[in-house]
């Protein structure tokens, strides 16, 4: 047995965290996105555990011309079309890795973009240079949060509710807050629709405050 191996095992058993399955996860990118906050994306390496609390999402629903599958499906976004629960990875302006979850059934194009989380476990494993007063900040941004988690393109396609997957959700014995939604960051086409989600008053969500007050 491997030692990620061994610790995905001991992990499971501790009781701490469970797995999501597939049947928890709603059939809907937008009730996805909502659903996903206040979640755990964990990620077992063989240096350890790295986890989040999922704190903001935004959703890319069919037919979105801001979504990666709306031309349809690509040698790039395939992992778009598989059944809700596998995670879509890809590399934006060279420089940063996005992690989305699929949200629909299977040979539909849509995801959520996972975009901050509040780090749990791992947070030593971040950034050597990381200053606790800087913690707010390790999550804070899609490309951030998949930095801390050390995800990269090797994780596309994963299915994240696999009993044998080292990258998988997890429910929260803590409950999510108040949520709020905005419009969605940094867009060009369909800017203006409202489907963006985060958790009310967290510490470490992203974007502008001006977003903030709905």
């Known amino acids: 047995m491997s030692s990620v191996s061994r610790l995905m095992t001991r992990i499971d058993t501790n009781g701490s965290l469970r797995r999501l399955q597939r049947a928890d996860l709603p059939v809907n990118t937008v009730a996805l996105a909502r659903y996903l906050l206040g979640k755990v994306i964990v990620h077992d390496t063989a240096n350890g555990r790295l986890s989040g609390r999922i704190v903001e999402t935004e959703a890319y ?3 979105d011309a801001a979504g ?20 879509y990875v890809y590399l934006v302006y060279g420089a940063s890795f996005l992690l989305n979850v699929s949200s629909e059934k299977a040979g539909v194009g ?4 996972l975009r901050a ?14 200053r606790a007063n800087r913690r707010a900040d390790a ?28 990258l998988w959700l997890a429910a929260s014995a803590r409950k999510v807050g108040r949520i709020g939604r905005s419009v969605r960051i940094g867009l060009t086409y369909e800017a203006d629709r ?15 405050r001006s977003l903030l007050g709905e």
């Open 117 to 130: 989380i509040e780090p749990l476990d791992g947070i030593e494993l971040l950034d050597g240079t990381l």
């Open 61 to 63: 629903p069919v037919g």
């Open 194 to 208: 409202v489907l963006r989600f985060y958790e009310r008053g967290s510490a470490y969500i992203s974007g502008p």
């Open 110 to 113: 849509a995801g959520v973009l």
């Open 139 to 166: 999550g804070r941004g899609p490309g951030r949060l998949t930095k801390a988690l050390k995800v990269d393109l090797r994780h596309d396609g994963l299915d994240l509710c696999s009993a044998s997957s080292s």
């Open 68 to 87: 990666h599958a709306f031309r349809g499906r690509t040698p790039r976004n395939g992992s778009l079309f598989l059944e809700r629960g596998h995670a």
